[in-house]
T-cell receptor, first 112, second 119 residues
Framework: NAGVTQTPKFQVLKTGQSMTLQCAQDMNHEYMSWYRQDPGMGLRLIHYSVGAGITDQGEVPNGYNVSRSTTEDFPLRLLSAAPSQTSVYFC???????????FGQGTRLTVV | AQTVTQSQPEMSVQEAETVTLSCTYDTSESDYYLFWYKQPPSRQMILVIRQEAYKQQNATENRFSVNFQKAAKSFSLKISDSQLGDAAMYFCAYRSAFLLRGGADGLTFGKGTHLIIQP
């Protein structure tokens, strides 16, 4: 049972480059979300989705895009990476509102 | 918007003793969920305990229990018989139940408490 899988685990980007962080879950969960974790800041919500075709912004959405074409996948796109986007990124899923969120292993992204 | 505050950046406890981590939150909602997550050095986020706001009874999971005071908007975590494996960052988190009525989803986290276990 894989749960929530994030790829890659580590990534270094140059300023201005674009990339997609992948997130896939095999639990048939409707709810998925992306967070970033910065030192001393806890986790902050970037975007979330309550089902295929439905996404919305969280607390810190600027510089990130998402789409949800299938229940399983919820990729996060950085259109033009900036050093301020250096962070650890977590994807999470849950089967209903209020339920426990299951997290992926995280992606450590460094923008130089 | 909701906020979650963890006022203890770091706590230290002797192995086998009891420690309590504090969490307060601010919300105008009456229906919500509260969580404690543990993040060891592996950085994996692991659910410790979950509390439903409409339930008066405090949640317990083996050595972990909470003191949920809804009126005071307080949600502390008590770890009994502390073990070396409990050493980690602990995050308190809030999740609205309003999604069921068309509201926003996602967890709001506190900044975390770093728990050190002294052998």
């Amino acid at each position: 049972n894989a749960g929530v899988t994030q790829t890659p685990k580590f990534q270094v980007l140059k300023t201005g480059q674009s990339m997609t962080l992948q997130c896939a879950q095999d639990m048939n969960h409707e709810y998925m979300s992306w967070y970033r974790q910065d030192p001393g800041m806890g986790l902050r919500l970037i975007h979330y989705s309550v089902g295929a075709g439905i996404t919305d912004q969280g607390e810190v959405p600027n510089g990130y895009n998402v789409s949800r074409s299938t229940t399983e996948d919820f990729p996060l796109r950085l259109l033009s990476a900036a050093p301020s986007q250096t962070s650890v990124y977590f994807c999470a899923s849950s089967d209903r509102a209020g339920a426990e969120a299951f997290f992926g292993q995280g992606t450590r992204l460094t923008v130089v | 918007a909701q906020t979650v505050t963890q006022s203890q950046p770091e706590m230290s406890v002797q192995e086998a003793e009891t420690v309590t981590l504090s969490c307060t939150y601010d919300t105008s909602e009456s229906d919500y969920y509260l969580f404690w997550y543990k993040q060891p050095p592996s950085r994996q986020m692991i659910l410790v305990i979950r509390q439903e706001a409409y339930k008066q009874q405090n949640a317990t999971e083996n050595r972990f229990s909470v003191n949920f005071q809804k009126a005071a908007k307080s949600f502390s975590l008590k770890i009994s018989d502390s073990q070396l494996g409990d050493a980690a960052m602990y995050f308190c988190a809030y999740r609205s139940a309003f999604l069921l009525r068309g509201g926003a989803d996602g967890l709001t986290f506190g900044k975390g408490t770093h728990l050190i276990i002294q052998p």
